[in-house]
Structures are given as C-alpha cells and as structure tokens.
C-alpha cells in the first residue's frame, strides 16, 4: 500500500504551550487509522493543521508524494482532504442531495442542473451503501443519518484522505454499526482514514493501525493496533510523568452529605443516578468527553429539567428552579468549563466578574452598589488566590488562562458557597498553574467545603480527589476510595469504563 | 501621566474634541453669530430630544438589542398627552404623569413580549412602531392638536442665563442614567446580560429580567422625551416622532456603545449627540441641501461602526497573542 499522507516532525506553539511537539504519522490508502489521546494533547490542532484552519506550523506534511501547505480549508477539500467534525455541518433546511453537492454545485448557463446534482449525490450515496432519499431536507434526518451524509459530502469531492473527528460523540450503538460497515467500505475503496475517537471499543473494532498523542508529542505513530493491549494504549495516552508528583493526604474526616441525588433521571438521558456529596470532601467525577458529568451537574442546577428522583442538600429535599436559586438560596457554586464562552464577562473588570455574585449583598439604598465594596471583596480574592495582576480594575479578557479561570473560581468563593463544582478546572492551563490549582481547591475542601470535581485528567483526579466516580454514557459505572497510588487508580478506573455499561453499574 | 493618556484614546474625548473643534470653527466663519444668546439657546433646546432618545436606544442596546418604536412611542406618548388636556381638560401635571407612565407601560409591553415569546427586540418593536403609528394617527388625524394650556408651551421657552428648560431636563435625566449605570445592581446586572448572556445566567443573573428592565427603562426616557416635545413646540401632529429612529442609532453608537451588547456611554451619546447638531447649524450657516445632514450622520455611523469592529478585532488577535492558552 503506498502512504497517501505523511506528517513529518509537526510542531505548532501558542504562547506558553507546545500543542504539537514534533508529530510523526504515516497514513496509507486503505487504512484506517486511530488518533487517540486525551483533553488537549494536541488532536485538534493536528486536524486543524490538516484542513488548513491553522496555517503555519513546523515541519511537514506531505500529500500523495509532494509537499502541501494549505492557506484556507477550502485549499485542504481541494487537495483532497476531506473532514466529518464533530459539529453538524449541514445546512439543516437544504436536502441531502444540495448538502452533498454544495461545495460544487453542478450547472447549466449559470442554472442548478438538478437531474445531474440528483445523480452526483445518489452516487455518493450508493457508493457508502446508504439507502437515504436524496431530496430528504436534513432536518428530518436523525443525528446517525446526518453524520452519513456528512461523510457522504466529504467524499463527493475527489477525497483521498477522510478525517473522522469523533463520528461516533452523539449516535447511538446500532447507528454506530451502520458507520463502522461505512468506514469499512471506504477502507475496501481505497480511502486512508484517520479516525480520532475517545471510546477505545470502537477503535479495537474498526481501526487498522494507531496514533496516540500525548502532551503535544505522538508517542506511538501510526503502529499495528493489534501489537498493543487496551491497557497499553491507556498508558501510552495518560502518562505517568504528572501522576508522579508529590502525593498530598488530606487528613480532614469528611462530614455530613451537603448534596445527595437519588435515583436521578434527567431529560437528557441520565436514568436513576445517585450520589453522595459530604461537605470537606473531594469527590471526583471522571468520564471520558461526552459520558455525562457536565450535564448531571447541569441538570441539577435547574439548566435542564429533573423527570424524577430527589435532590436532597444538608438531608433536605428541595427543587432547583434555576441558577439563581441554587447559587442565593442553596449556596451552589458551579466554575463552568468553557471560562471564556461561560464563566466571565471578557470586557467587564476583574473586579465586576469577581463581585457579580454578590451585588445583591454588597447593594445599599437605591441598589447602589460602591466601587469601594467591590474592591475590597475581589481585592481578598486576588490575594488569596495568588491572582497575578497589577489591579482589579484590568480586563478580564486581557488575563492569561490560569489567572481567567481563577478569576471564575473567585467570584463563587466570594459568595462564600457551601458547595462548589468544578467542571474541567485545568484544560489549556500551564503544569506549574495546575498545581497551584490542584493545591487550591484541596484547601477548600479543608475548610469544610464540598467539592465536586469533574474531569477528563487521570492524573489530576488520583492527585486530588478523595472519592472517584465513573461515569460512562450518563451512568455511574464504577466508584472507588481513592488511594492516591496511580497505577492502581487508573486500572480500576479505566477497567471500569471500558467492561461497565448500564446493566452492571456498580455505583 | 498614563491615566491622562489613556483618557486621551477615548471615544469621550474625541467626541469632545470634535465638537470643541466644529462649535469654534462655525462660530468663527459665522463672525459670531453663533456666540449670540438667542443662538445658544436654540442650540441647547434642539439637542434636547436627540439627547433623550439616544439614551432610550442605548440602554437596549446595552443588552445587545434594538428599539425600533423609539419615534412610534414618543409620537403616541405626546398624542394622548395632548388629547387627554384638550379632551379631558386633565391638570397638566396629571397628564405629564400619564405620559410617563403611558411610555413606560410601552416599553414594559415591548419588553415582556421580546421575553415571553423569545423573539428578538428587532420584530417586536417593528411590530409596536406599526401599532403605534396607528394609534398616534387615530389620535391625531390629520390635525395640528394644539388647544391644550399655554403654561405648557410657556414651559419650553423658559432659559436661565440662555440655558433652554428643556434642556436641563435632557442633561438632569442623563445624569441619572449615568448615575444609575455606574452604581446600581441592578444596572450591572443589565450590563452583565448584554456581555454575556450564558455567563450572566450562570452567574445568577436572570436574563428575561434584565431584558424586560432595559426595555421600560427605554419607555420611561422616551416618556421624558415626549414630555419635552410637548412643552417646546406648538402643536402635536402625526409627523412627531417620525424623524427620530436615525438620531436615537447615531448617537449611542458613534459614542462607542456597542450592538452587541454590556456598554453604555451615557457622556459619549451626549457629546455625540452634540457635534449631530453641529451638522444641523452648519447646514443652515451655510445654505446646504437638507439631505447632506442624513447624508453626514449616515456616513459617520458606518465609518464608527467600521472602525469599533476593527478595533475590537485587533483587541481579539492582541488578547490572544498575549493569553497563554492553546486553542485545545
């Protein structure tokens, strides 16, 4: 088989991160190969590289023999690159047969030739062995079915190569099937597919060979995938090297239940979850992307409607209408993790992000609300926090990623919150500020606050949580005490993710 | 130092400049004339209205939408004032009262419709403004409504030391507004849903609140308006208020106030509103064709939006480069 795409030492910076280290993949015609590693190291920006969202980057990538760079996408679908994103990228109100042609729309005398698009997309179709009505309008197809014309578009251009990214996030396990028996016959055909996922079954079932980035470097390029066991590839993607950091025993006895769920169903597909959440502990929710956490966590602030089960917070069972209400009456804090799109106002001040939670306190007659009060709250906040800035008065735009998401952790400790969720506290933030806020929130948890972390790093849960629970496909699937010894946490864990499902949950 | 110099860069002080600069320049190349009592006066008195309703439009666009009523409002809000002294032979107070009111319940209307059926501030003011006019019309006819007390036209032309009534009235409700902006919870919170609606829900803030609260604030300073329409000029007819949708835009968004939202520049729409008129005088002092003015002010509010837009991208690429994340 002749190698259709070559990456050659890929390196790509952005200030203070190294998101590609010096990448090396082989992709051949006819092979489908994995891509796999955690949050942030470095997946996107690969597949950014290769459909020529990002530009520039060191080393080299070479298309079909020669050298290619792409200065737009548009130049990457030409050259024949062609990308399913995890993102729908139809237009829901055109048919199948307009989506797939659209990048080239065939005509007469400047008029849509509609007999010939007709005939280009059933072709499309028919060459993927799908049986969907080309003049279906999308929206009335389901998510599978668009993923399937989505694939089906890609490759009514000459593709050679296919980047699936995350086909499989949002269809369930039969349409997952009826993908894999695609992939297959792309395979048959000739096309080289690199196929990024993060649910390890499915990459054993379809993928032929295997990539794994890690931190920015790939540490196993393009290899058999049959040479490796599960447990290796898990390895090869976590790593040891921030595990192996100092270990910290919380000696604090954890107290009363602050938030207990019982028997928890959620309109987005949670069915009888329960937890536990006892006030100066750290209770880990670990999962990989998509398996739920956010949206419990969600659910439970009132974002998404409860069917049935109880919430209960110091043993009483009450109603969460909206965030409002958790955050003034229950005193539920939630450190969002998306900080930029969620968790603060860019263009307002430190200050003003810090003390929006607690206007309603600081407002005296008339609801005035003194510059001088403010201060005094974020300045306390900064300071314990270690907030590096020269004044509360700056953008919050204008701060680094680490001192944003402390600002964004500030203003719920400002409105001195019993519970505090801390939703993916650490991605896109330097190792030495991860620390600093690993060490922060066990500190809450010592003084008596119930933290529940969710995260997709390993490492980062074993180091600071006490209790883990697994979540897979909105289901707890496995709970354990944390011995803080990584080797020992990451087997259970992962055993846990990879053999649980919801007929055997554990929890 | 650093402080004057980052004043120097504001759209404030430029504004202020501008018209500093325009104000000397008419009046010199008008050898004076424009320096007469009677002059300053008719100046001040005409910003009045531009000063109020582009306050109106800035406080929607301070939760990122659009009020198209502005004129519709105003120009019903001063009919009803107007019929309910000649008809009812109401006490002039009660009917200023009334007018207040009357505004405020509009805005409260717009507002609760954009909430309640979750369309954008865009269709339901268009909806209103085409309502409105109606009513404005059924009320007006094709008449000059002019029977109502003499004290209330006396009122607008009252000066103290050639400063018009009507304009301290603009200038003492812009100071509230400022004030209210700079200091009170629940302004914050109105700015906080026009920054960013996901983070101001998460945050506590409710954003139907918010929308609701900036829509009758609109109403209550078109009110204001209205009131100050009634007292300085003869008469109310259907054309009140038809001309004050493009004047309402260009003040807040020359002064800086974006349209997307969390911004208000209660000083900038003032001062913007200030050189507009600078137009107006320079197209009387000199003789030019009406339609230079709109001309002028249309021109200026692209180039002011053009300009805002590449600032605030070159503030994206700058905050970026400095902002230690990776894109991940």
Redesign the interface.
Known sequence: MSNVLVVEELSKSFPGVKALDKVNITLRAGEVQALLGENGAGKSTLIKILTGVYQTAEGQVILNGSPVSFDSPLAATKAGIGVVHQERNLIPYFSVAENIVLQEQPSRFGLIDVRKRNEKARKALDSLGLTIDPDEIVQNLSVAQMQLVEIAKALATETRVLLLDEPTASISGSEATKLFSVVAKLREQGTAVLFVSHKLEEVFEVCDTVTVLRDGESVIESSPLADYSRSEIVAAMVGRTLADRAKRFRDVEPGEPALELRNVSTVLGHEDVSLSLLKGEVLGLYGLVGAGRSELVRSVLGLHSILSGQILLNGQVVKIGDVREALHRYRIGYVTENRKEEGLFLEFTINRNIAVTVWRKLQAWLGVVSHKKETEVSERFVESLGIRISSVNQLAGNLSGGNQQKVSLAKWLAAETEIIVIDEPTVGIDVRTKANFHELIMDLADQGMAVLLISSDLPEMVSIADRIMVMRDYQFVGEFANSKDYAEMSTQVMEAIQTGSKRTAAA | MKFITKYLRTTEFSLSLLFVLGFISLALTSGGVLLSGQSIRSFLAYLAIPILIGLAQMVVLAVGQLNLAVGAMGGATAAVMAQMMIVWETPIWVAMLSGLFVATLMGAVNGFLVVSTGLNGFIITLGTLTILEGVQYALVRSFTLNAYPDAVKDFGKIDFFNIPSIFIVAIITAVIVAWFFR????A??V??TG??P?????????NPLSIFLAHTLSGALIGVAAIVTITSLGGINRSIGGDWLLSSFAAPIIAGVLMSG??VAVYGTVMAAAVIRLVDIARAQYSLDPSVVNFTIGTVVLSTVALSEWRRRR?EVI?Q????????
């Not at chain 2, 200091?183 to 629940?186: D, F, S, W």
């Not at chain 2, 996901?198 to 409710?206: F, T, Y």
């Open positions: 200091t009170n919870v629940v914050r919170r700015l906080a920054a960013n996901l983070a101001a829900r998460l945050s506590g803030v409710s969390g911004v503030a905050r480069r400095f902002s230690e994340d990776s894109d991940e």
